[in-house]
């Protein structure tokens, strides 16, 4: 009995050393990805967007206005928010549209206070942005819909001009990791009008028409670039640099997208309004100018076993016939290291081994010996069933891994070499 107490002992030990072990292999791929992400920065250079490049983002907005005579509180889901480049000149000319949801309160002086929910509402409008420095020029938006005010709805619509003098951007090309920058102060106008036809009838003492007309201006502020770092998106894996402004502003911009993948702002500091921004990337049809083929979806087996190694192949070619990197995403949140260069045209193979049941989308990109890199292929699905022994392992053991983890390891050895 001492020595099976002893022995039982000894494989505890066994078994939590392996789980230390791995943990520590587990922070060691992480900070190589890291390193691996430091290494391949390098300069963030103005992207050229082609005439007709789209991007749709996953966004909300909310937005208080507060003066001596109006209260204004705003909130807008906007999902998705479609941007078009329909004119390339010295100025980009971007149309933009969205469906909106969302909730509208006004406060008059004098008046009583208006609140309800927006229906059936849309937002369509036009974006200008200097091409030489991506600053932003002017915002011309107009939002039409019903708002229905205790169940009663009403006609709505906003037309909003905001201009900026001179353009504003919390960006500075060229910049990289390290770089920190000033954001001028920048003036800009709201001009415009809130219609509300038929709002008398429920209010006499609320107007049909509300008139905008303000002068403001953004405060100076310090950004920097402080990393460089893969993040997840609906896009696929992307690198991008993080981008910070104080404790208002954090913004991930990846190169290969041409633009914003993700952004959160928040800017409460002016005496007459506040506003928060939060969007994500979700599609874009952008491609870096001179980078490689979109691949087409790898190729290998769609089905397999845990803890075994499988090969994938994937091949494009590239315009300029440059070398080409591959690299592969594996679908659980690991990604292979950049394989290359080789000729274009030419296949390349990688060998992945995943250790748990479950299912996988497997994609690819490619870069050219420039880093010009074109976005994720399409997924190659790929599962690793659970098996008959895993199915009774689920059943009988979750109580036990609850409550005695170390033993789970020590039972699944034995049973796994029972016939059932």
């Avoid at 906007?78 to 941007?83: A, T």
């Avoid at 993080?242 to 911009?253: F, T, V």
């Amino acid at each position: 009995m001492k020595k099976r107490i002893i022995i039982i002992l000894c494989i505890m030990l066994l078994i939590n050393t392996a789980f230390a072990s791995s943990a520590i292999n587990q922070q060691q791929r992480i900070n190589a990805e890291r390193q691996r992400c430091v290494k391949e920065s390098q300069n963030c250079s103005i992207p050229i967007w082609p005439l007709g490049t789209e991007w749709a983002y996953q966004t909300s907005l909310s937005f208080e206005m507060n003066d001596e005579n109006t209260d204004l509180s705003l909130y807008l889901s906007l999902n998705p928010l479609q941007v078009e480049l329909i004119q390339d000149a010295s100025v980009y000319l971007l149309q933009i549209n969205s469906p909106v949801s969302g909730s509208l309160s006004i406060d008059l002086e004098g008046f009583p206070k208006l609140s309800g929910n927006l229906k059936n509402t849309d937002l369509d409008g036009f974006l200008k942005i200097y091409k030489n420095n991506l600053t932003v020029k002017e915002l011309d938006i107009d939002i039409s819909g019903r708002l229905s005010i205790n169940l009663v709805p009403i006609n709505l619509n906003i037309d909003a001009l905001i201009t900026f003098d001179p353009g504003y951007s919390f960006f500075q090309f060229p910049f990289q990791v390290g770089d920190e920058w000033s954001v001028e102060s920048t003036g800009f106008t709201v001009t415009g009008e809130i219609l509300l036809p038929g709002i008398t009838k429920l209010f006499d003492s609320i107007p049909d028409e509300i008139t905008m007309d303000y002068s403001l201006a953004t405060l100076g502020k310090k950004a920097n670039c402080t990393a460089y770092e893969n993040i997840s998106s609906s896009v696929g894996i992307l690198p991008t640099y993080r981008i910070s402004l104080e404790e208002q502003l954090e913004c991930y911009y990846s190169s290969v997208v041409g633009n914003i993948v993700r952004i959160y702002l928040d800017d409460d500091q002016s005496e007459v309004f506040d506003y928060e921004l939060n969007a994500n990337l979700r599609s874009t049809n952008y491609v870096m100018p001179g980078s490689p083929i979109i691949p087409e979806a790898p190729t290998g087996p769609n089905s397999g076993k845990p803890n075994q190694a499988y090969e994938y192949t994937a091949v494009t070619t590239d315009p300029e016939s440059d070398d080409i990197y591959y690299c592969f995403d594996w679908g659980d949140g690991t990604l292979s290291a950049w394989i290359g260069p080789v000729a274009s045209g030419q296949s390349v193979n990688a060998s992945k081994t995943w250790s748990e049941r479950g299912s996988y989308a497997v994609s690819v990109k490619a870069k050219d010996v420039h880093g010009n890199q074109c976005p994720w292929s399409n997924p190659l699905p790929v599962t690793m069933p659970k098996n008959k022994n895993e199915l009774i392992r689920t059943l009988l053991f979750d109580w036990l891994q609850d409550h005695f983890p170390m033993l789970n390891e020590l039972l699944t050895f034995f049973l796994d070499g029972l016939p059932i």
